[in-house]
């Protein structure tokens, strides 16, 4: 069985449990009062007027005036990340961290020091609440994709349990929205099929799926039938390093991609560095909202680990790939392959100076986080200055 923690509203709910006098007001995490930036969290009671990550600012704030609009302390949500992450250790070694608010855990071969799936399910979720003061919500079922959806189902604190003879009448009543990859265009060509659940996606033919949808139709159609083979994979047996990000509603900003894109980035380059893995090839993925998917990777002349050097690759490909011509962007991925684990190699003796003085500041940045915590290091100024162009980091 497979466990998917999801974290209730993450950087939201840490602004509520720090500042208990916001608790039951909307409150939104990025951007500014006057309404400059993206929404990076929304809390649910700002959900209820509409409000949405990656929501320009001055959309949030005319949505719902009263809201505590609040800065994003990134750093202190990745301290309280860290801690999660240690009570995910406690249970089992095999995690797959997703992001700062989720992660996939492998409980197999645990029952006899912890109990059932759901015990360990169960024992976490308490674990977050009473030394954390946050909530999370679980999904146990018996692969990743289902156990993802039975999360997402009853948030906040929810926990749903889906049994292996269970997965079909789980998801035969459930809307199709909640398939990876469908977005508006594509619920729309389905919903003109007369297909509005996954119980009836799962009685079409596959041959009808691939006509409207080419390749990604067989996808649908395995994730109709709850067919999901992929293992939990921690980084360090990982071929790649990844984070992605769907957005609640389809983006076609260029500021707002590219803030996401240094979120993504920037964590990435931690899970790297953590591993003590370096890589040379960096790569984009971008799903349109027709659903057409591209991949842009481009190969450096030498592996690396260094926050700069993958955003500003990263940042090139976005750019090259986007224009007021492309349509809006349903999901936003970033990701880091081609390992080489004996850290940074040098390529150039002159040119790449600037590299390895990047290189050394993320080692020291990183020494000092782990000793006094995320919060105790403020970013070097060039990416700081990048990141107020593009409105902050996205959840």
């Known amino acids: ?11 939201a709910s ?6 208990p006098e916001l608790r039951g007001r909307p409150v939104i995490v990025g951007g500014t009062p006057e309404g400059r930036g993206v929404v990076a969290a929304a809390s649910y009671e700002a959900r209820q007027f509409g409000i949405h990550s990656a929501m320009p600012a001055i959309t949030a704030r005319r949505l719902c005036p009263q809201a505590v609009c609040l800065p994003v302390r990134m750093r202190h949500y990745a301290q309280i990340s860290a801690k999660i992450r240690e009570f ?16 996939f855990l492998d409980v197999a071969g645990t029952e006899k020091l912890f109990g059932s799936a759901c015990d360990v399910a169960r024992q976490i979720q308490t674990t977050i609440r009473e030394e954390l003061n946050l909530a999370a919500s679980v999904g146990v079922a018996p692969n990743k994709f289902v156990a993802k959806i039975a999360s997402d189902l009853r948030k906040p604190q929810g926990f749903v349990y889906v049994p292996p003879d269970g997965v079909a009448a789980f998801l035969e009543p459930l809307e199709i929205e909640r398939l990876w990859g469908v977005g508006k265009v594509s619920q729309k060509v389905l919903h003109k099929l007369g297909v509005r659940t996954i119980g009836q996606l799962r009685q079409m033919d596959v041959s009808i799926l691939r006509d409207h949808f080419g ?54 380059a931690r899970r790297l560095r953590r591993q003590k893995l370096s890589g040379r090839t960096i790569q984009l993925k971008i799903r349109f909202a027709n659903f057409r998917t591209i991949t842009r990777a481009h190969s450096l002349p030498a592996p690396t680990n260094v926050t700069q050097t993958l955003w500003e690759t990263a940042a090139e490909l976005l750019a090259a790939n986007q224009s007021a011509a492309t349509p809006p962007v349903r999901l936003l991925g970033m990701g880091v392959s081609g390992f080489d684990n004996r850290g940074p190699q040098q390529g150039s003796l002159f040119a790449d100076e600037e590299t390895e003085r990047h290189s050394r500041l993320d080692v020291v940045r990183d020494a000092i986080r782990e000793k006094f915590g995320e919060s105790a290091l403020g970013r070097g100024a060039r990416l700081t200055d990048q990141e107020k162009s593009s409105g902050g980091p996205s959840e």
């Open 14 to 19: 840490v602004e509520q449990r720090d500042r």
């Open 88 to 103: 995910f250790q406690r249970f089992t070694p095999t995690i797959e961290p997703l992001s700062l608010d989720e992660a």
């Open 1 to 11: 069985m497979i466990l998917h923690v999801d974290m209730d509203a993450f950087y």
């Open 215 to 268: 390749k990604q139709g067989d996808h649908l159609w395995e994730l109709a039938h709850g067919l999901d083979e992929r293992r939990v994979v921690p980084d360090h047996l990982a071929k790649s390093i990844s984070h992605e990000t769907t957005f609640a509603q389809d983006v076609s900003d260029f500021d707002v991609l590219r803030a996401c894109l240094l979120d993504l980035t920037e964590q990435v």
